[in-house]
Nanobody, 122 residues
Framework: QVQLVESGGGLVQAGGSLRLSCAAS????????MGWFRQAPGKEREFVAG????????DIADSVKGRFTISRDNAKNTVYLQMNSLKPDDTAVYYC???????????????WGQGTQVTVSS
């Protein structure tokens, strides 16, 4: 398994931007697909974005398409989530996860970070 630590969350006004980072430990990071999920209070954890192990293919949820971008740097063992044009509805705890494929189901991922809070004020 790979250990994951998210960072970069915080409080931002609507329309602002944040970049989340997820640092992974272990030499096998580059063999994992990675995903970003989020969970708002009282709601289920939902898929936000996924990326294949080489970074050649990405998948973005419709709710954030055109505003969020996922990328990875295997040399730095890090995956990123660039979030632009943030809305109050984007407020949630954001989690990164590692798995064999960038699927939209949480069950497809075996390793999870502890999460980072993103709060968007109106």
């Amino acid at each position: 398994q790979v250990q994951l630590v998210e960072s970069g969350g915080g409080l931002v006004q609507a329309g602002g931007s944040l970049r989340l980072s997820c640092a992974a430990s272990g030499r096998t990071f580059s063999s994992y697909a990675m995903g970003w999920f989020r969970q708002a209070p009282g709601k289920e954890r939902e898929f936000v974005a996924g990326i294949t192990w080489r970074g050649g293919n990405t998948d973005i949820a419709d709710s954030v398409k055109g505003r969020f971008t996922i990328s990875r740097d295997n040399a730095k063992n890090t995956v990123y989530l660039q979030m632009n044009s943030l809305k109050p509805d984007d407020t949630a705890v954001y989690y990164c996860a590692a798995g064999p494929s960038p699927a939209r189901s949480t069950r497809s991922y075996g390793s999870w970070g502890q999460g980072t809070q993103v709060t968007v004020s109106s």
